[in-house]
């Protein structure tokens, strides 16, 4: 079965680019399903951060847009996160999770296990 | 953008007792494209319902999901001591997809 593993440095310093990868495993990136990016920072509740289709399409959220790409690589069966100029606001454990829906949108049955990242000098 | 209003913030029940878990949507959700999550401490949320009440892959019957348009409940029957977790709900028919602010289900 497809799962998801999430990898990338766990501190960032503030103003800095954040990067994360999520590696596809059990199956193909390029099945026909999006991709997304959540976020939760410490104690908190769930933030969407955008996702991205096989093909390159993508949509964010419009609170980070100005920040953020999405990026797949097909050959790698991976797709990445960038999130610029971060804050200590930016603090939280990132999911990368799988939305398998097919000609439709459809909830996230498969989620990373998650990846603590700190923006701190 | 769709916001989600969960409430109560924090349930405090017993095992064996009938929960009641609510999501208000400022915006009627396309098509019920409205899921409910389960979150324990350290690991990534696991899907209840999809479909407003559609149960996914290997969810006991005990966890059913209701409602349409504006208003949707997740109810579970009977609590087992494993049920006690944050509860979340998403909609998912709109970008950007939205999270309601969870309800923490706790032992009474």
């Known amino acids: 079965q497809v799962q998801l593993q999430e990898s990338g440095p766990g501190l960032v310093k503030p103003s800095g680019t954040l990067s994360l990868t999520c590696a596809v495993s059990g199956g193909s990136i390029s099945s026909s399903n999006w991709w997304s990016w959540v976020r939760q920072p410490p104690g908190k509740g769930l933030e969407w951060i955008g996702e991205?289709?096989?093909?390159?399409?993508?949509n964010y959220n419009p609170s980070l847009k100005s920040r953020v790409t999405i990026s797949v690589d097909k050959s790698k069966n991976q797709f990445s996160l960038k999130l610029s100029s971060v804050t200590a606001a930016d603090t939280a454990v990132y999911y990368c999770a799988r939305d398998p829906g097919i000609l439709r949108k459809d909830a996230f049955d498969i989620w990373g296990q998650g990846t603590m990242v700190t923006v701190s000098s | 953008e769709i916001v989600l209003t969960q409430s109560p913030a924090t349930l405090s029940l017993s095992p064996g007792e009938r929960a009641t878990l609510s999501c208000g949507a400022s915006?009627?959700?396309?098509?019920?494209?409205l899921a409910w999550y389960q979150q324990k401490p350290g690991l990534a949320p696991r899907l209840l319902i999809y479909d407003a009440s559609s149960r996914a892959t290997g969810i006991p019957d005990r966890f059913s999901g209701s409602g349409s348009g504006t208003d949707f409940t997740l109810t579970i029957s009977r609590l087992e001591p494993e049920d006690f977790a944050v509860y979340y709900c998403?909609?998912?028919?709109?970008?950007?997809?939205?999270f309601g602010q969870g309800t923490r289900l706790e032992i009474k």
């Open positions: 915006q009627s959700v396309s098509s019920s494209y």
């Open positions: 991205i289709y096989h093909s390159g399409s993508t």
């Open positions: 998403q909609q998912y028919g709109s970008s950007p997809i939205t």
